[in-house]
């Protein structure tokens, strides 16, 4: 079974600043996705990054990056220029690859991290 | 477009009552899967359906079902409620196409609902 481990329940760091967030996952798959959700206070879950196992560059997408290593199984993400609006709690999740469709199989999730943004 | 919408959006209900929630997905996403997130055990998967079949299941007992119309909308039942079923109950849609091409069809999630369970 697939599991996804972020060690740090609660991550604080001032505007403008650049944050990482960790993840390890554990899987026997060659092939899957790596994802970041962002979940503010709403709620509501917002995909923030997707990295495919089979690319070897690392996904960014404008401030938000990722540091994807697969043979050591990590997968951290950076926010550059924190933003007031990017206080949440951020999820790596992990879903396996399937040839036949979709890859909607049911996302495994970490714990999360509480990111604060101190004015 | 609209996105996901989820109903109704709070719930109480007493132990041993059985409780039954909506999801409609994105217009023309055929799949939607079902997510239960509490504070203890974090966000873990239910169940996904695609063509009004259950395509995958995560390991929750048999009180936990679910079904999907041909309009791709959504329920999800829990029957014999028990305490530790309060949580927020998450559903997701995508295109699940079946196409060969490699792409990955990304989960789009509603706002939930919240289930207490007295």
């Known amino acids: 079974a697939q599991t996804v481990t972020q060690s740090q329940p609660e991550m604080s760091v001032q505007e403008a600043e650049t944050v990482t967030l960790s993840c390890t996952y554990d899987t026997s798959e060659s092939d899957y996705y790596l994802f970041w959700y962002k979940q503010p206070p709403s709620r509501q879950m917002i995909l923030v990054i997707r990295q495919e196992a089979y690319k070897q560059q690392n996904a960014t997408e404008n401030r938000f990056s990722v540091n994807f290593q697969k043979a050591a199984k990590s997968f951290s993400l950076k926010i550059s220029d924190s933003q007031l609006g990017d206080a949440a709690m951020y999820f790596c999740a992990y879903n396996a690859y399937k040839r036949s469709g979709g890859g909607a199989d049911g996302l495994t999730f970490g714990k999360g991290t509480h990111l604060i943004i101190q004015p | 477009k609209a996105g996901v919408t989820q109903t109704p959006r709070y719930l109480i209900k007493t132990r041993g009552q059985q409780v039954t929630l909506s999801c409609s997905p994105i217009s023309g996403h055929r799949s939607v899967s079902w997510y239960q997130q509490t504070p203890g055990q974090g966000l873990q998967f239910l169940f996904e359906?695609?063509?009004?079949?259950?395509?995958n299941k995560g390991n929750f007992p048999g009180r936990f079902s679910g079904r999907q119309f041909s309009n791709s909308r959504s329920e999800m039942n829990v029957s014999t409620l028990e305490l530790g079923d309060s949580a927020l109950y998450l559903c997701?849609?995508?295109?699940?196409?079946?196409?060969?091409?490699?792409?990955?069809?990304?989960?789009?999630f509603g706002p939930g609902t919240r289930l207490t369970v007295l």
């Open positions: 997701a849609s995508s295109l699940s196409s079946r196409s060969l091409a490699r792409s990955y069809n990304e989960q789009f």
């Open positions: 359906y695609f063509s009004e079949t259950q395509r």
